[in-house]
Each structure stands twice: as C-alpha cells, then as structure tokens.
C-alpha cells in the first residue's frame, strides 16, 4: 500500500494492527501520517482507543467474603 | 515468577498451603475476567469457583510452557463459552452488518472530550458499557476482552481460544468498531 493512497477505509481496514502491533511497518507509518492529516480518522482513532480504556478500567472488586467462600469449596482452608 | 514455578511444583504435589497461594495470587484477576465477558456478579463468582476446581483437577497437566495465567484465562474462556452455546444467538447482534466502510468514520465521528460522565467510577457510563458488550455476541466479546482489556497478544489470544491469527484480528476489528459505534450512539 502506497502512503498517498491511504484512505478512510484503510485506516478503519488496519486499525487492529495500528493499535499495538507492528507499529514500525510501512503501512502503520502511512496510517499514523494519514491520522494525523484527516480529522474524521483521528477522532475515529482516538474514540476506539477511549472505548477500549473504558472496559479496561473498569474493575470489579471481589466479594469480601468470597476468598473464605472460594477456599472452602475447593477444600483449601485451613 | 520463580516463586509461582516453585508453588505450582509444590502445588502438583499436593500441597494445600501452596494451592491456596495460587488461588489468592490468580482470584482477583478470574473473577474480574468472568465478570467482564458474562457481566453479572454471581456468575462471575460461580465461574471463578469452576475454573479453579479445574486448575486443580488438572494442574498435573500444565506443563509450564505458557503462564498459568493463560492457562487460566482459557479454562475462564472456556467455561463462558460453554454457557453461552447455550443461549440463542438472537440475543446478540449480528457483527456482518459492520462493514469496513468510509462512512463509519465519517457518519460516526463525534466529540467524546464533551461528554460529562467519562470517568469508569460513573454508574451512567457502567451502564452504557455493560450495555454495548453484553449485545456482542461471546465469541467476540472475548476476543475483544483478552486482546485489548486483559492485553494478551493476538497469538496467544488465538492459542487461548483455538483460532487463526488472523480470526483473531477480524474479530477484534469487528468488535472494536461495534463497541465504538455503539458507545457512540448511547452518547449522542
């Protein structure tokens, strides 16, 4: 893929790869020069990366007695 | 990691104390894992309980050529999977409609730093999130989960749940952008 014809649907195309693999590759350069040119990509780009530090940060605390209960169960208490 | 080597060698000979370690090294982790793909307390708890039964059952099996973590992720994915074969796929949305098209940068662009609620502590936020993931369907909810959430990488994601490399990045590619769109929709 050539960086001059970078378009919208490649960038939506390779995301995957351009978010956290092979940021080094030809066609990942030429998708983060295109981020950086097309507005409409950028705040694509930005929001999946926004959603996924949304379901990353969100985090259960476990039960208080669940350890005791899990323990228990699997006949490890002593 | 030399220490979890030396409890898991105690653990397989049948030491309890080193098997109780283990659990309290790996349960907060499980537990939150079971609830972020099945999004309910209870089942979470109930599959924490079923994975570590497992690693127990098994744990002679391991052969320690991946990290028990991974171990366990797949034992977790396992058992998920397996309770969701048993629900209708009309419960989720069908990911053929999300193509890789211009229009869902264009059409779908919207300013997120204007949103109010964006901190993960918010319930309204909780609630759209737990909305969206709960109408993908399992098989990609954990794809989207190991990879992005839990920060496996695409080959041991693919390994975990016995898929192709590049299933893998078209699952995660089609998630990604229904997660996004759909997050986007709930926020307009």
Redesign the interface.
């Known amino acids: 893929m050539k960086e001059n014809e970078i378009k919208c649907k490649d960038v939506v195309n390779h995301i995957c790869e351009s978010l956290g693999e092979d940021l080094n590759s030809a066609q990942c350069i030429a998708i983060k020069k295109h981020l950086g040119e097309c507005k409409n990509c950028a705040s694509y780009f930005k929001t999946v990366e926004m959603t996924i530090d949304f379901y990353k940060k969100y985090n259960v605390e476990l039960p208080e007695d669940a350890h005791d209960k899990l323990l228990k169960s699997l006949g490890l208490n002593t | 990691m030399q220490e979890e080597k030396l409890l898991i060698s105690l653990a397989k000979s049948g030491d309890?104390?080193a098997?109780?370690e283990l659990?309290?090294l790996y349960?907060?982790t499980i537990?939150?894992f079971a609830?972020?793909i099945c999004r309910d307390?209870e089942k979470?708890?109930n599959i924490?309980?079923e994975t570590?039964?497992s690693m127990?059952k098994s744990l002679n099996q391991f052969e320690g050529d991946s990290k028990l973590s991974t171990w366990l992720y797949r034992i977790v994915s396992n058992h998920c999977l397996m309770g969701a074969r048993k629900l209708k796929s009309s419960n989720f949305v069908s990911l053929d409609e999300i193509e890789?098209?211009?229009n869902?940068?264009?059409e779908?662009?919207?300013?997120?730093d204007s949103i109010p609620f964006k901190s993960?502590e918010n319930d309204e936020?909780?609630k759209i999130?737990d909305d969206s993931?709960k109408k993908l369907h399992p098989d990609y909810r954990v794809v989207?989960?190991l990879r992005?959430?839990e920060g496996l990488s695409?080959e041991e994601t693919a390994s975990i749940l016995e898929l192709t490399v590049p299933a893998v990045?078209s699952r995660?590619?089609r998630a990604?952008?229904f997660?996004?769109n759909d997050?986007?929709e709930a926020f307009k």
């Open positions: 309890k104390a098997l109780a659990v309290k349960e907060s537990y939150n609830f972020k307390k979470a708890e924490m309980q570590f039964y127990i890789d098209d211009e869902n940068v264009k779908l662009a919207v300013d997120w993960t936020l909780k999130l993931i989207f989960l992005d959430v695409t990045k995660l590619h990604r952008a997660l996004r997050i986007n």
